[in-house]
Antibody
Framework: QVQLQESGPGLLKPSQTLSLTCSVS??????????WNWIRQHPGKGLEWIGN???????EYNPSLKSRVRISEDTSKNQFSLILTSVTAADTAMYYC?????????????????WGPGILVTVSS | DIQMTQSPSSLSPSLGDTVTITCQAS??????LSWFQQKPGKAPKLLIY???FLETGVPSRFSGRGSGTDFTLIITSLQPEDVATYFC?????????FGQGTRVEI
């Protein structure tokens, strides 16, 4: 059973760079047809997909954040990471990592079946 | 971006009621739609994928239907543990997008 766990700082100041890591157990980030995703949820609001990383190293990003986001992997540690630059109060949110389920679809994109518990990130001066 | 519009935003049924939540996509997404349940302080949990397929372990009182632009999540015989917020999500195209959520309270 795949398990994901987010880690990183919970508090940043405006203009700083957010760096979060998702540790994966029960599966490998560089094996299979999975995509490894970052999703965030502003307090009391809906969910926003940030981007993902495929096992072949290709990344896709939400155009609304693309200029500030980078997702990468560390296969030696079986982790993938999110970098978000120039944060503002609008980036205050719960951040989740998630994996999709290619065995659940017939297209090129798939539903998320495994999520980490999430990490709250607050941006405040 | 594909916009996902859910309704209602909240509802307050009674135990044992049948609950219906709708989700409308701004363009044809075929059946590339999933439904999630989120309880306070928890990550979303997959209930339904490809519009109508039940995730393993999800009670059969949950069902989904629809295709194209109009989708429905149905909860029959509402139980206390079904109090949660429900989200739809399209995976037809990037960027992946979610509905704004429907809060179910008893």
């Amino acid at each position: 059973q795949v398990q994901l766990q987010e880690s990183g700082p919970g508090l940043l100041k405006p203009s700083q760079t957010l760096s979060l890591t998702c540790s994966v157990s029960g599966g490998s980030v560089n094996v299979g047809d999975y995509s490894w995703n970052w999703i965030r949820q502003h307090p009391g609001k809906g969910l926003e997909w940030i981007g993902n990383l495929y096992s072949n190293g290709r990344a896709e990003y939400n155009p609304s954040l693309k200029s500030r986001v980078r997702i990468s992997e560390d296969t030696s540690k079986n982790q993938f990471s999110l970098i978000l630059t120039s944060v503002t109060a609008a980036d205050t949110a719960m951040y989740y990592c998630a994996r999709d389920a290619p065995y659940y679809g017939s297209g090129t994109l798939y539903p998320f079946d495994h999520w980490g518990p999430g990490i709250l990130v607050t941006v405040s001066s | 971006d594909i916009q996902m519009t859910q309704s209602p935003s909240s509802l307050s049924p009674s135990l044992g009621d049948t609950v219906t939540i709708t989700c409308q996509a701004s363009q044809d997404i075929r059946d590339y739609l999933s439904w999630f349940q989120q309880k306070p302080g928890k990550a979303p949990k997959l209930l339904i994928y490809e519009a109508s397929f039940l995730e393993t372990g999800v009670p059969s009182r949950f069902s989904g239907r629809g295709s194209g632009t109009d989708f429905t999540l149905i909860i029959t015989s509402l139980q206390p543990e079904d109090v949660a917020t429900y989200f739809c999500q399209q995976y037809s195209d990037l960027p992946l997008t979610f509905g704004q959520g429907t809060r179910v309270e008893i």
